[in-house]
């Protein structure tokens, strides 16, 4: 069997046309799967983005996700109960219009509460994620008076059965962290997660780095905000529809 | 004559002191409850660990471990390296009792030696001394997600306990 000139070239396009893409395709799924054994890098950034035309008011699927994920649901007291994630009620004074938002951890560029800590404990990763050492957290809780949000919790009491993959304890403050076990895993954290399959959808979670992202590509087509925009935070956590 | 009474006075003040040695040590023997008990030790009654070695020799273990997991867990946290071999979670996924699911206790892997060295540790008043399985009460629902990620973990943390040799540098 012999092939004719126009089915050599067609053969031939195809062989460079998958030579030339292979390697693109490539570099995507390097940037999305970090191996373990891998360092963060500042080239991703996570972020969310929060639709509150979806969040309806009776809902709150993103805030028992969080606490079952987590290990919250602990026999504690109301009042000084950790709480990662809120439901946050607005109500127009003049017209009455009510809204719903969840409120967490901003997860912001320049973080005040990482500005204030006097250990460094409190720091922002390069991936753009907030967290908290408590190995080197003393318990002094400038952080939760230096948080704009209202975002972290102190722990007063001792716990037990936390969960394996997320080491909580006395004396240390805490917040959102993006569900970082699941991230660094390459999964979504758990609030969008529920939000997604009991809730309105109103969550969404990616690179916002990433301008092939899903979130990257609603952030730059679509209005979105910062709550406290003038402290001029560059948060990670946006809203649409305030 | 005389020599010969000094000789008997000397072999009777033996046989005496022998009986009396005899009788001591059989007062003791009677008085402990049986035979010997062994010098005690923290491993005794302490269940090793699941797997067949661990990620590094023992000795290396004994000495350095601490470093190990001190080094891990400013990677992990700051950097978000997840590498098992020295994450806490993997040592107490593989040393945890299996009657107990812990690594506590009293015949704890961690808290046996701890105790009987009179070193307080306090990784677990934050860290779960139970493997992630008997802590989580949805491990099913995690357990579909996890997989493809666990298994990449999983060889990767195995072929890395086979090529490297450790020196303690670490």
Known sequence: MSIDRRQFLAVGGAVVA????????????????????????????????????????????????????????????????????????????????????PMMCQHCEEPPCADVCPTGASFRRADGIVLVDRHICIGCRYCMMACPYKARSFVHENLTDQRAEIPRGKGTVEACNLCVHRVDEGRIPACVEACNADGGKALAFGDINDPASDIAKRLAT????????????????????? | ????????????????????????????????????TPVPSPLTGVYPGKGKKCVAPVAVMRRYHMQFLLHQRDLTVHEGVRTKRFLLTNCVDCHADPKTHSVLGKHGFCASCHAYAAVQIDCFSCHSPHPERVTTAFADDLAPQHSRLAEMVKATAITQIQSDPVDGSQ
């Open chain 1, 18 to 101: 998958s030579a030339a893409l292979a390697p693109g395709m490539r570099l995507i799924e390097l940037a999305q799967a970090r191996s373990p054994d891998q360092a963060v890098s500042n080239l991703q950034r996570w972020g969310m983005l929060v639709d509150t035309t979806r969040c309806s008011e009776g809902c709150s699927a993103c805030v028992t996700a969080c606490n079952k994920e987590n290990g919250l649901e602990q026999d504690i007291r109301l009042d000084i109960r950790p709480q990662w994630i809120r439901k946050v009620t607005l109500r127009d004074e003049n017209t009455g219009y009510v809204q719903t938002l």
């Open chain 1, 222 to 242: 679509q209005q979105s905000a910062e709550i406290r925009a003038d402290l001029d935070l560059n948060t990670g956590v946006r809203y649409q529809g305030l």
């Open chain 2, 1 to 36: 004559m005389a020599i010969n009474n000094h000789k008997k006075l000397v072999l009777g003040a033996w046989i005496a002191a022998i009986v009396v040695i005899a009788a001591f040590f059989a007062a003791a023997y009677a008085l402990s409850g049986g035979p010997a």
